[in-house]
């Protein structure tokens, strides 16, 4: 308890000495597991969210001890499985990890089994391999069975979500029509420095719609110390930056952020709703630090890419479409790719109007707004009923997307370098689930104005998509890509998005291997003492001698080529009951090698009858060392037994 004081709760020290302070943290840290719960990993190095993990191993390794002291040993492995099952509860591990864990936890159940009279020193670096790869062997085994790959793992974090900051009358989306109005549109937002140029600022994704409302039910963590891109970005990425400053207009709990956010500085207990990439605090800061992860891909690699069918944003998050938009069918039944997502874009430009900056634009976003919108080509919209409805006409023809409110940037900074975001930016846009990528922004509103299908970029992803838009053909020229069912290695590939060690192959081998160890070793040495039981006069004299020898040099009695059968019975006065054995062996060879008589029948019996009472006794050993000798290799090895 005092090493986990002056380690993780050094800060609440004085002098190096415990305090109350110290008290009060150690027991704050019964509820800690639900802050930490309650955060992105890696979590902030803070002892408030650390400290249960070394308070659990130490309960854990008091229990522990207690339970070798007052129960049968495996019992006391019980707080060693609740360690392991709440860790892999947090966050499941896989791979080399999840072996390595396994043989860990197979190594603690051999040694709370071995007898407390066991001489360690005797255990020789082969028996140690026997061991290792035996508890490879079965806990690898027993670990895939029990959690194959390829099946998602669950995880506690999935049901804990942060304390959300003072709840909001209006989101974001319903704020867009009062962004834009007159009295309101040249009020600044916000400003910001990057010394690269992006495209637009996003406030919140919402992906669940019921008719009425677009919403987002995912749970918002704290923002740990730095959040990686998830497991569906599998291409590198780039980190970015930048420095934003708030202004008055900047009102509630969401911050302007990108696409993957990594760290956010200056901001007080910042939060983050991971899946949607939105950012939120308790209290707006006047200016903060954002690092995002920017995909490093090109526009051929775009256009060329395939869906995320796994994303959140399908036809099951928005019920049933009404007939007229149903019965829509811009994309001709073409196969959901990126390349018929951006066809759908194209669709929109051309068919469809964004109403003018000057206008009062028509607001709504509901069923009966989108039938308007969609009833008839050139019909005039706003952004955000463009970017609802491309999301229900992807979602219709199997295209995961989602809508996006947040603000376009601006397209130069001004005299001090910094970009100015103004109300009148306010927009909405359609995000498409790129496989492989994850969410990639879309603009089917921008180049309605005018019907073109290209647009100035400001930033590396517009660049991108505006590159993509020009190599895809049209709609009925686009072509379905050809399909085949994966290979086992692919699928499993394009489900975890990562390298894997052949598991099944490992295991397979290790335990070809160890079936080879376990059942060739006896079998060779049982061969051999029916080889030499089988020779005729002295030689059968000298093979039970040789057998004898051996028996007693497999349980880590040291034999040197010199000595004799009554050498190797006093050096073997340890091993109970071996002696009179070896006195018989020992008049044996006395007649057959010394005597000048010949070697009868009646003598090769006594030599093997003299191996048979070795064998006895050695029967009378601890079962440990009888495995040990039973699986010894070094005796079958003609240059090493004499070693």
Same mark, same amino acid.
């Given at each position: 308890?005092?090493?986990?004081?002056?380690?993780?709760?050094?800060?609440?020290?004085?002098?190096?000495?415990?305090?109350?302070?110290?008290?009060?943290?150690?027991?704050?840290? +019964?509820? *800690?597991?639900? #802050? $930490?719960? &309650?955060?992105?990993?890696? /979590?902030? !190095?803070?002892?408030? %969210? @650390?400290?249960?993990?070394?308070?659990?191993? +130490?309960? *854990?390794?008091? #229990? $522990?001890? &207690?339970?070798?002291?007052? /129960?049968? !040993?495996?019992?006391? %492995? @019980?707080?060693?499985?609740?360690?392991?099952?709440?860790?892999?509860?947090?966050?499941?591990? &896989?791979?080399?990890?999840?072996?390595?864990?396994?043989?860990?936890?197979?190594?603690?159940?051999?040694?709370?089994?071995?007898?407390?009279?066991?001489?360690?020193?005797?255990?020789?670096?082969?028996?140690?391999?026997?061991?290792?790869?035996?508890?490879?062997?079965?806990?690898?085994?027993?670990?895939?069975?029990?959690?194959?790959?390829?099946?998602?793992?669950?995880?506690?974090?999935?049901?804990?979500?942060?304390?959300?900051?003072?709840?909001?009358?209006?989101?974001?989306?319903?704020?867009?029509?009062?962004?834009?109005?007159?009295?309101?549109?040249?009020?600044?937002?916000?400003?910001?420095?990057?010394?690269?140029?992006?495209?637009?600022?996003?406030?919140?994704?919402?992906?669940?719609?019921?008719?009425?409302?677009?919403?987002?039910?995912?749970?918002?963590?704290?923002?740990?110390?730095?959040?990686?891109?998830?497991?569906?970005?599998?291409?590198?990425?780039?980190?970015?930056?930048?420095?934003?400053?708030?202004?008055?207009?900047?009102?509630?709990?969401?911050?302007?952020?990108?696409?993957?956010?990594?760290?956010?500085?200056?901001?007080?207990?910042?939060?983050?709703?991971?899946?949607?990439?939105?950012?939120?605090?308790?209290?707006?800061?006047?200016?903060?630090?954002?690092?995002?992860?920017?995909?490093?891909?090109?526009?051929?690699?775009?256009?060329?890419?395939?869906?995320?069918?796994?994303?959140?944003?399908?036809?099951?998050?928005?019920?049933?479409?009404?007939?007229?938009?149903?019965?829509?069918?811009?994309?001709?039944?073409?196969?959901?790719?990126?390349?018929?997502?951006?066809?759908?874009?194209?669709?929109?430009?051309?068919?469809?109007?964004?109403?003018?900056?000057?206008?009062?634009?028509?607001?709504?976003?509901?069923?009966?707004?989108?039938?308007?919108?969609?009833?008839?080509?050139?019909?005039?919209?706003?952004?955000?009923?463009?970017?609802?409805?491309?999301?229900?006409?992807?979602?219709?023809?199997?295209?995961?997307?989602?809508?996006?409110?947040?603000?376009?940037?601006?397209?130069?900074?001004?005299?001090?370098?910094?970009?100015?975001?103004?109300?009148?930016?306010?927009?909405?846009?359609?995000?498409?689930?790129?496989?492989?990528?994850?969410?990639?922004?879309?603009?089917?509103?921008?180049?309605?104005?005018?019907?073109?299908?290209?647009?100035?970029?400001?930033?590396?992803?517009?660049?991108?998509?505006?590159?993509?838009?020009?190599?895809?053909?049209?709609?009925?020229?686009?072509?379905?890509?050809?399909?085949?069912?994966?290979?086992?290695?692919?699928?499993?590939?394009?489900?975890?998005?990562?390298?894997?060690?052949?598991?099944?192959?490992?295991?397979?081998?290790?335990?070809?291997?160890?079936?080879?160890?376990?059942?060739?070793?006896?079998?060779?040495?049982?061969?051999?003492?029916?080889?030499?039981?089988?020779?005729?006069?002295?030689?059968?004299?000298?093979?039970?001698?040789?057998?004898?020898?051996?028996?007693?040099?497999?349980?880590?009695?040291?034999?040197?080529?010199?000595?004799?059968?009554?050498?190797?019975?006093?050096?073997?006065?340890?091993?109970?009951?071996?002696?009179?054995?070896?006195?018989?062996?020992?008049?044996?060879?006395?007649?057959?090698?010394?005597?000048?008589?010949?070697?009868?029948?009646?003598?090769?019996?006594?030599?093997?009858?003299?191996?048979?009472?070795?064998?006895?006794?050695?029967?009378?050993?601890?079962?440990?060392?009888?495995?040990?000798?039973?699986?010894?290799?070094?005796?079958?090895?003609?240059?090493?037994?004499?070693?």
């Amino acid at each position: 308890m005092l090493a986990i004081v002056e380690s993780v709760l050094q800060a609440t020290t004085l002098g190096g000495l415990p305090t109350l302070s110290s008290i009060r943290a150690l027991g704050n840290g +019964l509820t *800690a597991w639900r #802050l $930490t719960l &309650e955060s992105t990993w890696p /979590a902030r !190095p803070e002892p408030e %969210l @650390l400290i249960f993990v070394p308070l659990l191993a +130490l309960v *854990a390794c008091v #229990l $522990t001890i &207690e339970l070798l002291d007052r /129960a049968p !040993p495996l019992v006391a %492995l @019980l707080p060693a499985i609740g360690v392991v099952g709440v860790s892999q509860l947090y966050v499941a591990a &896989e791979g080399l990890t999840a072996v390595l864990i396994a043989v860990g936890f197979g190594l603690l159940v051999i040694a709370v089994l071995i007898s407390d009279h066991f001489e360690y020193r005797r255990v020789t670096p082969w028996a140690m391999t026997a061991v290792v790869t035996l508890a490879a062997v079965v806990c690898g085994f027993v670990v895939s069975t029990i959690d194959p790959r390829g099946r998602t793992p669950y995880s506690l974090q999935r049901v804990q979500s942060a304390t959300a900051p003072a709840s909001r009358q209006a989101s974001p989306l319903d704020e867009l029509a009062g962004r834009l109005s007159p009295s309101a549109r040249d009020k600044v937002v916000f400003k910001y420095q990057t010394s690269e140029p992006v495209d637009r600022w996003r406030l919140v994704a919402l992906d669940s719609f019921d008719g009425v409302n677009w919403t987002a039910d995912h749970p918002l963590l704290r923002m740990g110390s730095q959040l990686a891109p998830g497991p569906e970005v599998r291409v590198d990425t780039t980190t970015r930056r930048a420095l934003i400053r708030t202004d008055d207009a900047l009102e509630g709990p969401w911050l302007p952020g990108q696409l993957s956010p990594e760290t956010i500085g200056n901001a007080a207990d910042p939060q983050v709703e991971p899946i949607g990439s939105t950012l939120v605090v308790p209290e707006r800061p006047d200016y903060y630090n954002l690092a995002w992860a920017e995909p490093d891909i090109d526009a051929d690699y775009l256009s060329t890419a395939g869906v995320d069918s796994t994303a959140p944003g399908g036809l099951n998050d928005m019920g049933p479409l009404p007939p007229e938009i149903a019965d829509l069918n811009p994309l001709e039944g073409k196969r959901a790719t990126m390349a018929t997502a951006i066809a759908l874009e194209k669709y929109f430009r051309t068919n469809y109007r964004l109403a003018s900056a000057n206008s009062s634009p028509p607001t709504g976003y509901s069923w009966p707004q989108l039938k308007q919108f969609l009833g008839k080509t050139k019909n005039v919209g706003s952004s955000e009923q463009f970017a609802a409805a491309y999301v229900a006409l992807a979602r219709q023809n199997s295209i995961p997307a989602r809508l996006v409110v947040g603000f376009r940037a601006p397209a130069k900074p001004d005299a001090a370098g910094w970009y100015t975001v103004t109300n009148k930016d306010a927009y909405a846009w359609p995000e498409v689930a790129v496989a492989g990528v994850g969410w990639w922004p879309l603009d089917p509103a921008v180049g309605a104005q005018t019907g073109s299908s290209t647009t100035n970029p400001t930033g590396a992803a517009a660049s991108i998509t505006d590159q993509a838009r020009k190599s895809v053909p049209d709609i009925k020229k686009i072509q379905d890509p050809e399909t085949r069912p994966p290979s086992g290695d692919e699928a499993d590939d394009a489900n975890s998005g990562s390298f894997h060690l052949p598991l099944t192959q490992i295991f397979a081998a290790s335990a070809a291997l160890l079936l080879l160890w376990l059942a060739g070793v006896p079998l060779l040495k049982q061969l051999r003492a029916q080889r030499r039981r089988r020779r005729s006069g002295s030689a059968a004299v000298v093979g039970a001698w040789a057998e004898a020898r051996d028996r007693i040099r497999a349980h880590g009695i040291p034999v040197t080529s010199g000595m004799t059968v009554r050498d190797l019975a006093h050096a073997a006065r340890d091993l109970p009951d071996t002696g009179p054995g070896l006195a018989s062996v020992a008049l044996a060879v006395d007649h057959a090698l010394w005597s000048g008589g010949p070697t009868t029948p009646n003598v090769a019996g006594q030599a093997w009858t003299g191996v048979h009472a070795v064998r006895r006794a050695l029967r009378s050993r601890p079962w440990l060392d009888r495995f040990q000798a039973a699986l010894e290799l070094r005796t079958l090895i003609p240059g090493l037994r004499q070693k």
